[in-house]
């Protein structure tokens, strides 16, 4: 329907050019603007998943070099956390960055500039300290902050069952190519969280797994690694229901 509307306003605009009708000609143009601008509003988060993946496909090596510094030392630090945390059931969300800065994020939430670590992790979700509420944010091998505020996502076909972790979590993965890891306060299930799709009820196996091929995937795997995600989403969501 947008489409067909769209074809039929350029209709009508070359009609009113080529039929030298000024005045609707010059109230097409002054709709123009503002149609373009309500296209903006409207699909901005399309657009910005459109820019981010015409980004990842042309980044740099450095960009590169500097997503492959995150040392398989780090999963195992996360794993461990985020196993530890579901056995108690204890709320947490990590996002791991990727070529997409998060500054922004980092800079709303308390700097710590830590060395990523099972114990510090552990420590930040504990329900009695201050940094418990919000999410960690990891940049290569370092904890770059906590209590950092998510953007939560808009997508009106998800679960009701999910929280606002779960929605930061995904919130945050459409609007940049970063990965999440949350863990339920409810049900202590662990999900993994990419490109806006989530995967529920991994243990500690499957999480490992799914943080290395977010991060290690050669170029071009990225779009193969979603539709695995989706296929194995749905059977994760069935066997956890």
């Not at 195992?76 to 204890?90: N, P, Q, W």
């Not at 970063?178 to 993994?192: K, M, P, Q, R």
């Amino acid at each position: 329907p947008m489409a067909a509307g769209i074809a039929a306003f350029g209709l009508l605009y070359w009609l009113a050019v080529n039929q030298e009708l000024a005045t609707l000609a010059f109230v097409l143009r002054g709709a123009l603007l503002y149609i373009g601008v309500a296209i903006i509003v409207l699909f901005q988060s399309e657009i910005r998943q459109a820019l981010i993946s015409f980004g990842n496909r042309f980044r740099l090596p450095l960009m590169r070099r500097h997503q492959g510094q995150f040392g398989e030392g780090a999963y195992d630090e996360i794993v461990l956390a985020a196993t530890t945390l579901a056995s108690t059931k204890t709320g947490a969300l990590i996002v791991i960055e990727r070529g997409v800065g998060l500054k922004n994020f980092i800079d709303g939430g308390v700097k710590l500039e830590a060395e990523l670590s099972y114990d510090l992790l552990v420590t930040i979700f504990n329900p009695a300290t201050p940094l418990h509420d919000g999410a960690v944010i990891v940049r290569r091998h370092r904890i770059a902050a906590a209590a950092c505020f998510l953007p939560l996502t808009l997508n009106p076909r998800l679960s009701k069952d999910l929280g606002t972790r779960h929605r930061a979590a995904i919130g945050i993965t459409e609007d940049s190519d970063a990965v999440a890891v949350v863990v339920s306060e409810e049900t202590g299930l662990i999900s993994f969280v990419q490109a806006g799709q989530i995967r529920r009820a991994l243990d500690a196996t499957k999480l490992r797994a799914a943080i290395f091929h977010a991060l290690e995937a050669p170029a071009g795997a990225n779009r193969r690694g979603k539709e695995k995600s989706q296929t194995e989403t749905e059977t994760e969501e069935a066997v956890s229901t």
